[in-house]
């Protein structure tokens, strides 16, 4: 799950994809309301005032009688949907895999791949039979110069080997797909984690030695070797990680913007054959190639020639164990477990088998599983009505630019144009991912995932030198979740967000703006946060803004920045404001324009209190309901060093202390917690 994944800049997201699910509950569930109204009065700490801790206030009551079940790191709304719909597409794999498909149909592929990853017996039974070839293979090498198609072999099938080749958006001409090289080939989750001198971060590094070395024991290495080997891996990631870019940098596009020509890659590099190398990828011919770190190239280039064949040998070693543990016989998923799942995230108890089955499908063929889910339980006014509330959101913040004060009137133009351009998509894509060319056997589940990925890799560099496919999507349907893409100026909505608590058709307006209202405003905003506004309507990397405007909106972002590095997230670790500011800026801009959306939507017919609370307290309540959540300690400290999304405690009350219309719903005064003195305002 922390495997290091070619890195993507562009995507902007709500949350950290939750890959850990968790036992269906009956009860619980936070959308459950008393009055009928999409909120429950139980899920209130009514011993906590408003204005002193909002998000305690309103989900104290809630997180106190849901503790997190030990097979998550966290349980919340994100969480508990995605565990509904993970019970659904359960149903979705058992009926497909028994109903004798036709060879060759997407029901066919979804149903074999679900059985081979259930078949545990035939899966223990081959114990390290299905990584033997590649093992081999790297205990062969005899010199430097069978490096490259070694690597490039295991790359085809696997991820996480030294870097990644991919394609992606020309940002400078947003029709066109150039090649792409990135940073990875990191165990750990980041480089930082191989830097940081506190003693959790130490106790951490041990522990990741000691994993890689009880792998190399369950793969038949004797104890000694083993650990030497362990070692030797951790010496050779650091040097990678002392090489490799921060993720609060990368957020930057013009920090992983280097386009260069195939001369230019191989005089910066010069070691690696490169030509070799893309041939043997079957990349189609490229005029030119992003390298996203040169540093981070010049620095394994070096390694090349600079770090023994053994450590590299060990180091192959491990990331073929570490790619297929999840696929490989019990004790290697047990031990992965052991310590990504506990150690790095907290988790008590490892997920039942079908959960890890059922994410694997959707992680893989997910567009073919997504067609089944989309067809049975996405019904289209769902779609109708997250249209509307897209042009709602819309509408609110065409309203909002003309009136921004810090603003000139070129820039505001070109804002608006920006806006007009939106794409919006939601639901499931119109054009279906072909799988034709993939196939998957009712046995051998590591065959089928690397059948898999290899589809995907050469799907991605197929694209290379082609206009680009503005119908793609980058997640599967069944997603809690949504993104902001700034190379396509698109916003998307996966149909599995499209549900209660997030958008209830039965809760009342307040709930649903608080809610997914705010949700798509929070996309919106990313267009215009301190990486998406460096990108046209169009999708380029191209200024739009004054020089004036751009300073008074960097001081703006500057005051979010600030605040984020303010909030301590455990004892001694903050929020790192700086990773976190796109983020953050699009929850304060979703809040406003969804308020702003909502205002306009109760013009003339103010509804009424209900519970006691008035409409504006309900918007309030309905973005806290969405958050409102449990993390353990090991999974909010890693959400704090990796991940660009704050915690949720503060995505709640870090932007409602800064709006004026929180304080003015609950009555706050000068000297409460949710009223600040400075408050930061940008959209
Ligand atoms: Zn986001």
Redesign the pocket.
């Known amino acids: 799950m922390f495997k290091s994944l070619p890195y993507r800049r562009i995507v ?3 949350v950290l994809c939750i890959v850990f699910l968790g036992v269906l509950r009956a009860s619980g569930a936070i959308g459950d309301s008393s009055g009928g109204w999409g909120f429950n009065t139980a899920n209130l700490d009514k011993t906590c005032k408003p204005c002193d801790d909002f998000y305690q206030f309103a989900m104290g009551g809630w997180m106190k009688s849901n503790p997190i079940p030990p097979e998550f790191p966290t349980w919340g709304s994100f969480t508990v949907l995605a565990d509904r719909n993970q019970a659904s597409m359960r149903g979705i794999l058992e009926d497909v895999a028994k109903a004798n498909a036709a060879a060759g149909s997407n029901q066919q592929k979804i149903g074999d791949f679900y059985t081979s990853c259930m078949d545990t017996a035939a899966i223990d039974a081959a114990a390290t039979k299905p990584i033997a070839a590649d093992l081999a293979a790297i205990e062969k090498l005899k010199d430097p110069n069978e490096l490259q198609p070694l690597i490039g072999r295991l790359q085809q099938t696997g991820n996480g080997f030294l870097f990644g080749f991919d394609s992606t958006q020309d940002l400078d001409d947003s029709t066109q797909v150039i090649a792409e090289i990135g940073q990875g080939g990191l165990g750990l989750p980041e480089r930082d984690y191989y830097t940081r001198t506190d003693d959790k971060s130490k106790q951490l590094r041990a522990d990741y030695v000691t994993h890689v070395a009880k792998m190399f024991v369950l793969a038949g290495d004797s104890q000694g070797k083993a650990d030497a080997e362990a070692q030797s891996v951790m010496n050779f990631e650091t040097t990678l990680a002392n090489a490799s870019m921060p993720r609060a940098q990368m957020r930057d596009p013009h920090e992983v913007w280097h386009k260069m020509t195939l001369p230019q890659l191989e005089a910066l590099a010069p070691v690696w054959p490169w030509e070799a190398y893309f041939r043997q990828r079957n990349a189609p011919e490229f005029s030119a190639i992003n390298v996203e770190q040169p540093d981070f190239f010049k620095e394994t280039n070096r390694l090349l020639t600079s770090a023994p064949l053994d450590q590299w040998k060990s180091y192959l070693r491990w990331h073929v164990i570490h790619a297929s543990a999840n696929e490989l016989s019990d004790s290697f998923v047990q031990e992965n477990f052991s310590f990504y799942g506990a150690k790095l995230a907290g988790s008590k108890q490892i997920q039942p088998r079908w959960k890890r089955c059922v994410q694997s499908v959707n992680r893989n063929i997910g567009e073919a599983l997504g067609q089944v889910y989309v067809e049975k339980y996405f019904p289209p006014e769902a779609k109708a009505h997250a249209r509307e509330m897209v042009a709602n959101l819309i509408g609110a913040l065409r309203s909002d630019v003309p009136t921004l004060g810090w603003m000139g009137p070129d820039t505001k133009k070109q804002a608006i144009e920006k806006l007009e351009a939106f794409q919006i998509k939601i639901g499931y894509p119109d054009k279906w991912r072909d799988y034709s060319a993939l196939s998957v056997e009712r046995t051998g589940y590591l065959a089928n995932v690397r059948r898999a990925v290899n589809f995907e890799n050469a799907r991605e560099l197929h694209k290379i030198g082609k206009p680009v496919d503005r119908t793609e999507w980058g997640m599967t349907p069944p997603t809690v979740n949504a993104y ?1 893409n700034s190379t396509m100026n698109e916003i998307v909505f996966p149909a599995g967000i499209l549900q209660p608590p997030f958008y209830d058709p039965k809760a009342d307006d307040a709930i649903n703006y608080g809610g997914m209202g705010a949700v798509i405003g ?2 919106i905003t ?1 267009g215009f946060d301190d990486s998406g506004s460096q990108f046209d309507g169009k999708g380029n990397l191209r200024e739009w803004w004054t020089k004036e405007d751009r300073k008074n909106f960097d001081e703006r972002a500057a005051c979010v920045r600030q605040q984020f590095d303010g909030f301590e997230v455990e004892p001694g670790l903050h929020e790192n404001g700086k990773l976190v500011l ?2 953050s800026i ?1 929850d304060l801009g979703g809040l406003s324009i969804s308020y702003a959306a909502y205002e306009k939507a109760m013009e003339g017919k103010r509804p009424q209190s209900l519970d006691g609370f008035t409409p504006e307290q309900r918007f309030f309540l309905g973005w806290a309901q969405v958050w409102g959540a449990n993390l353990r300690p090991e999974y909010a400290r890693l959400m704090a060093n990796s991940n660009e ?1 704050p915690v949720p405690r503060f995505r709640v009350n870090g932007p409602l202390s800064n709006m004026e219309l929180f304080a003015k719903a609950f009555g706050c005064k000068k000297g409460d917690t949710m009223l600040r003195e400075k408050a930061c305002k940008i959209w």
């Open positions: 902007a997201t709500l902001y929070h996309e990313h796109g983020e699009a999304h």
